[in-house]
């Protein structure tokens, strides 16, 4: 039997939760939870790296006896070290504008196809070669990029590495190679210096001083990589996942990448995964976009009560492109759907539990755009869909989600990442969980699941033409 804690920082809050696995057991309890979020100190959308690292040290120390520690994230941002190993300025929020024009100018300099052939990754402004390109001079003082697990591990233990399946979402990584992409870096002007050795999830990191000796292992860094090891999917069947926050990360496990033209054109990316694993994804915008509009309208503890509003209120009034770029940055959500829906000639959402339906709505649609593609471009059906995360208390998020795709919805865990990365750990530790399977099936016995059937009641695909206007 292990005992580890597992640190999960998500966008929108980050938790230490102490996790105890064994035969036939999988157990994770709350230690401590934080919230987590954009900063904007003058111009710029930081992150409150140190405020996160005072958490995550506080939320490990409650936890009590532990074998080892863990810590995922959210994907993309990073700091950087001086030669000294002092971090250089505040991590900057994937959400700044910071590179607003930046991926066309790289791509005078290396095409969209010869990218992807390296890195197979969706273009998203924000991936870290986009970031480190709008840096500009300032690389030249800078000796190490960590991203931010990686630099808290740095933190607690001295070691300097980067988790390969957080490397994996730089578009710095080269996704067949297994390498860094270095002369890609060279390319855009990124010294490769700054990319430390590439470590495996499942290697023990380093012992945290601080933290009496206390193992650090390294676990599927990046958040999505934990999460989609606990989905719970059971052998031989079409699966297709949702990791559904801050983000809906919707797609497919493949054993190798998918970089062909059409996967290109649809912008599906090839993410590393634990065990060599890939996750052929495209980021949906997620609840992002309604934890905007409750921010907007201050009444963020309102959730559950909307949502039962909005389950009441007619489905499909109105819907809108969730992907769409002007979703991206933090403002006036509801403003932005009352334009997306007049530019396609549709009535916008009057009053708030029309507004929280057309979201979750959108959302779902944006789900069954995605799962469909990703069946189209690998030639895979899918007979049910895994959504795990925050989303999978959204009971009509779920329900939504089964009738705009079709097929069934199973729902949970809530807390897969921090599941993910309590197994991954358990199994370096010594517990005896020889692959995914093994993993998945512990999270099947141990994990409340719940099943949502398609009802076929509203027209998804009367919605999906009226939404493109
Ligand atoms: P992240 O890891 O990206 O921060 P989470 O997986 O923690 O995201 O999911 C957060 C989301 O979960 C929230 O934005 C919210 O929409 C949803 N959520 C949390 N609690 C509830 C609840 N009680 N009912 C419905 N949805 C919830
Ligand atoms: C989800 C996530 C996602 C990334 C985004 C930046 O938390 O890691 O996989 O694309 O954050």
């Excluded at 500009?136 to 001295?158: C, F, K, M, V």
């Excluded at 067949?176 to 870096?185: C, E, P, Q, V, Y």
């Excluded at 865990?413 to 093994?438: F, I, K, S, T």
Aim: charged fraction near 20%.
């Amino acid at each position: 039997m292990k005992r580890v804690a597992a640190v999960d920082l998500g966008a929108s809050s980050g938790r230490v939760m102490a996790g105890t696995v064994g035969p036939g057991v999988l157990r994770v309890e709350e230690v401590r939870r934080f919230p987590n979020g954009g900063v904007r100190a003058g111009p710029a959308l930081y992150w409150d790296i140190l405020g996160l690292y005072r958490e995550t040290l506080a939320g490990i120390r409650e936890a009590g006896r532990l074998d080892g520690v863990g810590i995922d994230s959210w994907a993309v941002d990073y700091g950087l070290l001086d030669e000294r190993g002092a971090l250089l300025g505040n991590p900057v929020h994937y959400r700044d504008a910071r590179t607003d024009g930046v991926p066309e100018s790289v791509a005078a300099v290396v095409s969209a196809r010869s990218l992807y052939d390296v890195t197979g990754l969706q273009q998203l402004p924000f991936n870290t070669l986009y970031q480190l390109v709008s840096e500009g001079d300032r690389l030249e003082t800078a000796s190490t990029l960590l991203l931010i697990p990686d630099l808290l591990n740095y933190w607690l233990t001295g070691a300097i590495g980067a988790e390969r399946t957080n490397a994996s979402t730089t578009q710095l990584y080269d996704v067949r190679a297994r390498t860094w992409a270095a002369s890609l870096a060279s390319k855009v002007g990124i010294p490769p210096r700054l990319l430390p050795p590439l470590r495996d999830p499942g290697t023990v990191v380093g012992t945290a001083d601080e933290l009496s000796g206390l193992p650090v292992v390294a676990v599927g860094s990046h958040d999505t990589a934990s999460a989609v090891v606990a989905v719970p999917a059971s052998p031989g069947t079409n699966f297709a996942y949702i990791s559904s926050g801050t983000w809906s990360l919707a797609g497919l496990e493949l054993p190798a990448p998918e970089l062909g033209d059409a996967a290109l054109a649809a912008n599906f990316t090839n993410e590393g995964g634990v065990d060599g694993t890939i996750r052929f994804l495209r980021n949906v915008m997620g609840l992002w976009v309604l934890s905007e509009t409750l921010r907007t309208w201050s009444c963020p503890e309102e959730l559950p009560s909307l949502l039962a509003a909005a389950a009441a209120s007619p489905p499909l009034a109105a819907v809108v492109d969730i992907d769409a770029p002007e979703f991206l940055p933090p403002g006036d959500m509801p403003a932005r759907l009352t334009a997306a829906c007049r530019a396609t000639g549709q009535r916008p959402p009057s009053g708030r539990a029309a507004v929280v339906r057309c979201i979750v709505d959108s959302l779902a649609m944006a789900h069954r755009r995605t799962i469909r593609t990703a069946a189209a471009l690998t030639g895979r059906s899918v007979d049910v869909i895994h959504l795990v995360g925050g989303g999978a208390r959204n009971e009509l998020l779920c329900q939504s989600t089964a009738d705009a795709c079709g097929v069934p919805v199973l729902a949970g865990p809530v807390e897969a990442a921090a599941l993910g990365n309590v197994l991954v750990q358990a199994r370096a530790l010594g517990e005896d969980l020889p692959d995914l399977a093994a993993m998945r099936e512990l999270v099947r016995e141990t994990q409340e699941i719940r099943r949502y059937e398609p009802s076929g009641t509203a027209d998804w695909a009367a919605a999906e033409a009226r939404l493109r206007g």
